[in-house]
């Protein structure tokens, strides 16, 4: 069975995915199941798969669009994980949130179109994985800057690693 739970922010779905084995040999956990999922009430239709391998403190984001759902996981290390509304008009426009996410607890997030997600990774080694339900389009991304100070961002990280894209400048 799917867990989910609402968030702070309308939209942004905390998921434990239905499978989570471990013994011996190590772990198992089925990360998406379509039938599952769609039973717990996330029925977006998935079509692209990406990840991202990072190393302590490189921190990747805030990016986003107007049109992609995305299902965001931990497969190896562990993340701080921000998302932020970023949809004109919405009455949480440029409210974010948090989470730690883990080899170790699996949880999920969910992040509706329009939204902004970024993280920065605080083991040594980091895998981040996304599903996404549109094909990867740099043209139509958004970039919100990881220090603004009207979003106000906590970050665990004082100086992080970033790409000059993250840094305003590309």
């Known amino acids: 069975m799917v867990k989910v739970a609402k968030t702070d922010l309308d939209g942004v779905l905390v998921i434990e995915p239905p499978t989570i084995f471990e013994d011996f040999r ?67 426009f440029g409210k974010w949130q948090g989470f730690t996410l883990s080899d170790t607890n699996r949880k999920q997030v969910l992040v509706p179109p329009g939204f902004g997600n970024g993280h920065v990774v605080l083991s040594e080694t ?18 919100l800057a990881w220090n603004d ?12 690693i970033t790409s000059e894209r993250d840094q305003g400048v590309g």
């Open 26 to 92: 190590g772990h198992y956990v089925e990360l998406y199941n379509r039938t599952l999922y769609e039973q717990a009430g996330v029925d977006q239709d998935f079509l692209q798969d990406d990840i991202s391998v990072s190393s302590r403190h490189v921190l990747r984001g805030i990016h986003g669009d107007r049109k992609t759902w995305k299902l965001i996981s931990c497969l190896y290390g562990r993340f701080y994980f921000v998302v932020v509304n970023n949809v004109p008009g919405s009455q949480q």
């Open 149 to 160: 100070p009207a979003l106000n961002i906590w970050w665990p990280v004082r100086d992080p």
């Open 126 to 143: 980091a895998i981040f994985h996304y599903k996404q339900t549109t094909e990867y389009d740099r043209a139509s991304q958004f970039t």
